[in-house]
């Protein structure tokens, strides 16, 4: 076993504290330079805010420590393949390169449904590298759903 | 001319100011039993947070408001046809009724593009009516982007 890239494991070890705190497991950082300047776990309920997916958390977190809105210098690492919701925010903070780790055939944009990367309305189209980390990402999410059916 | 619904008005007013403040003039409320719970304007800029789109701005501070992550008794009414990530916040949040003014065949992910609220990704569909306020959103934003350009 290889061990996995420093930003994915920050991410999964994001995404196992969402977890541990009742929240799904998805977590995600983001990466500036070789850099973690931003790391965000799943946390809705918690938070009393359906907007609070990991990468939504990360990138205003990124946003609000570099004082600018757009992060054309960064990568984002995340758990799970990004929603729309999440596709659409990190089209918007104009994210580089986005590394996600298990596919999401359920309610994932990146590869599913709308793909929303390939869509004219798209504005920002960052590189895109799947399955990193994939084994542990979804290993989490199946335990997590497992002890709660 | 009739009057605009209360919601769409002060939206519109909303948007005004988020156009005053330089930003793209958009504006939202969030609407529990024919009472305005929030209001949300466009501040990406101001606020350094891409993800500051109108909606998501409304849809927080609702939720905050009310102690949870879902808005199933809530209606959104926003001057401009949401994007990816608005329409994916708008189903996480189970709006139940979608008001927007202008449509947006740039940007717009309700009826052009993604036509996110149809994939079968889509968990959450709510009703959805558009045109009501269009003129004057329109022209908003029209003469926002005349003078920058």
Same mark, same amino acid.
């Given at each position: 076993m290889f061990p996995l890239p420093a930003p994915m494991r920050a991410a999964l070890d994001?995404a196992?504290? /969402?977890?541990? /705190?009742? #929240? *799904?497991?998805?977590?995600?950082v *983001?990466v500036?330079?070789g850099?973690i300047?931003?790391?965000? /776990? ?8 359906? =907007?609070?997916?990991? #990468? ?6 990124? /946003? ?7 992060? #054309?210098? &960064?990568e984002?690492w995340v758990t799970? #393949?990004?929603?729309?919701? &999440? ?10 390169r986005?590394y996600y780790a298990a ?17 004219? =309305? &798209? ?6 590298y799947a399955g990193i980390g994939e084994g542990e990402a979804a290993d989490l ?9």
């Open positions: 994001a196992i504290q /969402a977890g541990l /705190a009742g #929240e *799904v497991p998805v977590g995600a *983001v500036q330079g850099t300047i931003a790391t965000g /776990a799943n946390a809705p309920r918690r938070l009393h805010d359906p =907007t609070a997916h990991a #990468e939504i958390q990360a990138i205003r977190a990124a /946003a609000l420590a570099l004082g600018r809105d757009r992060l #054309e210098d &960064c984002l799970l #393949e990004p929603c729309a919701m &999440c596709a659409g925010a990190i089209a918007h903070a104009r994210i580089a986005l596919s999401d055939p359920k309610g994932g944009a990146v590869e599913h449904g709308p793909r929303f990367f390939g869509q004219p =309305t &798209c504005h920002h189209r960052p590189e895109v999410l199946r335990n997590f759903f497992a002890v709660r059916r």
